[in-house]
């Protein structure tokens, strides 16, 4: 089996060229050419399709946000972020070119000391996310989405017949995913929506300032002891896992689980324990198993559970994992999971008025 092919683009030299020493001190990878503008990295990606691209964001000519946009409409390649911008108008941009397809995102390292530990997690993110096959376009047409609208379960009060909160969780391609559903559901959406994405803890603290500069509905991080709002949409802050208990939000420092901090797994488990059959259990795109075990949990505790579908995930790995567990009641591409939210809550806010 050949050597996984690495194209560097970074305009600065020094970190360029740790970048290629890091990358070049494994015999599984080569680097087969490096950029210092945008324009040469989609370039040489074109001429040369790497298995996987290390980009920074900030560079000359073009940013890393176009540079993301344009090589995954025209040579969709693997793409990890590497990154030291962490101010507020770059943040957003990260999670621009993540929505737009890139797969992951990595600090720069800070000081020597942190040298050692970084160079082997660069390493390891790159093969993993080498093994990654991209796509051009992972929406699915709307039209296709329709299917399974209907139907036991996800009919309006289907087994369901007073929904009171709705839980999200995703990994790689998470922020575009979750943007995805908010941007399709109502400003008047009457339920709390309760979301973890997994997002290194550097990159995650603007996350829900830019889905709610985006989305018709409110959405902030969820605050340690606070009451289950009626509505708008919390998310998990970094570091921190978000549980239900006794109708309470709690954030918690515990160890992690699946390797993230916060998970999944636990946020699901914690609704199946205190709702049960009033939740709706949404898990999407993302990389291993989180969120899978969870599912289960509350499908079996009688809430109703959507699994993002193959065709328009990044990566399969988190609702391929439920699905072969038995814990998706619905698998749908993700234009079709804000219609059948909003199905499913139906008649919720009328209720209320009257």
Same mark, same amino acid.
């Given at each position: 089996?050949?050597?996984?092919?690495? #194209?560097?683009?970074?305009?600065?030299?020094?970190?360029?060229?740790?970048?290629?020493?890091?990358?070049?001190?494994?015999?599984?990878?080569?680097?087969?050419?490096?950029?210092?503008?945008?324009?040469?990295?989609?370039?040489?990606?074109?001429?040369?399709?790497?298995?996987?691209?290390?980009?920074?964001?900030?560079?000359?000519?073009?940013?890393?946000?176009?540079?993301?946009?344009?090589?995954?409409?025209?040579?969709?390649?693997?793409?990890?972020?590497?990154?030291?911008?962490?101010?507020?108008?770059?943040?957003?941009?990260?999670?621009?070119?993540?929505?737009?397809?890139?797969?992951?995102?990595?600090?720069?390292?800070?000081?020597?000391?942190?040298?050692?530990?970084?160079?082997?997690?660069?390493?390891?993110?790159?093969?993993?996310?080498?093994?990654?096959?991209?796509?051009?376009?992972?929406?699915?047409?709307?039209?296709?989405?329709?299917?399974?609208?209907?139907?036991?379960?996800?009919?309006?009060?289907?087994?369901?017949?007073?929904?009171?909160?709705?839980?999200?969780?995703?990994?790689?391609?998470?922020?575009?995913?979750?943007?995805?559903?908010?941007?399709?559901?109502?400003?008047?959406?009457?339920?709390?929506? #309760?979301?973890?994405?997994?997002?290194?803890?550097?990159?995650?603290?603007?996350?829900?300032?830019?889905?709610?500069?985006?989305?018709?509905?409110?959405?902030?991080?969820?605050?340690?002891?606070?009451?289950?709002?009626?509505?708008?949409?919390?998310?998990?802050?970094?570091?921190?896992?978000?549980?239900?208990?006794?109708?309470?939000?709690?954030?918690?420092?515990?160890?992690?689980?699946?390797?993230?901090?916060?998970?999944?797994?636990?946020?699901?488990?914690?609704?199946?324990?205190?709702?049960?059959?009033?939740?709706?259990?949404?898990?999407?795109?993302?990389?291993?198993?989180?969120?899978?075990?969870?599912?289960?949990?509350?499908?079996?505790?009688?809430?109703?559970?959507?699994?993002?579908?193959?065709?328009?995930?990044?990566?399969?790995?988190?609702?391929?994992?439920?699905?072969?567990?038995?814990?998706?009641?619905?698998?749908?591409?993700?234009?079709?999971?804000?219609?059948?939210?909003?199905?499913?809550?139906?008649?919720?806010?009328?209720?209320?008025?009257?």
């Amino acid at each position: 089996m050949g050597r996984i092919r690495v #194209l560097v683009a970074e305009d600065s030299l020094t970190v360029r060229k740790r970048l290629v020493e890091t990358l070049e001190s494994d015999p599984e990878l080569q680097v087969v050419s490096e950029a210092e503008d945008g324009k040469s990295a989609i370039e040489l990606c074109q001429s040369l399709r790497p298995d996987v691209m290390t980009l920074d964001m900030m560079m000359p000519g073009m940013t890393g946000l176009a540079v993301t946009e344009y090589v995954m409409a025209y040579c969709p390649t693997p793409i990890l972020i590497v990154s030291a911008s962490v101010n507020r108008g770059e943040l957003f941009k990260t999670y621009e070119a993540l929505a737009a397809g890139a797969l992951d995102v990595l600090e720069k390292p800070l000081a020597e000391t942190e040298i050692k530990h970084w160079e082997g997690k660069l390493i390891s993110t790159v093969k993993l996310i080498s093994r990654i096959k991209v796509i051009t376009h992972p929406r699915a047409r709307l039209s296709a989405a329709q299917q399974g609208l209907d139907g036991p379960g996800l009919s309006p009060g289907g087994g369901l017949s007073r929904p009171q909160v709705v839980a999200i969780g995703a990994s790689t391609g998470g922020p575009g995913a979750v943007l995805d559903i908010l941007r399709g559901l109502p400003a008047d959406f009457p339920l709390p929506v #309760l979301v973890v994405i997994h997002l290194a803890e550097p990159f995650a603290q603007a996350l829900a300032e830019w889905l709610d500069g985006l989305s018709p509905i409110r959405v902030r991080y969820a605050v340690e002891g606070e009451p289950l709002p009626a509505n708008g949409v919390l998310l998990a802050p970094p570091g921190r896992h978000l549980i239900l208990r006794q109708g309470h939000l709690h954030l918690l420092a515990e160890p992690e689980r699946h390797s993230c901090r916060p998970s999944v797994d636990v946020l699901f488990e914690s609704l199946a324990r205190e709702m049960a059959s009033s939740s709706i259990v949404c898990l999407l795109t993302g990389m291993g198993k989180d969120g899978a075990r969870g599912l289960l949990a509350s499908r079996r505790a009688g809430a109703v559970t959507i699994a993002q579908d193959e065709a328009t995930s990044v990566v399969f790995g988190m609702p391929g994992e439920a699905i072969r567990l038995g814990a998706a009641q619905r698998v749908l591409p993700i234009e079709a999971i804000a219609p059948a939210l909003t199905a499913l809550t139906h008649g919720i806010e009328r209720r209320r008025r009257a």
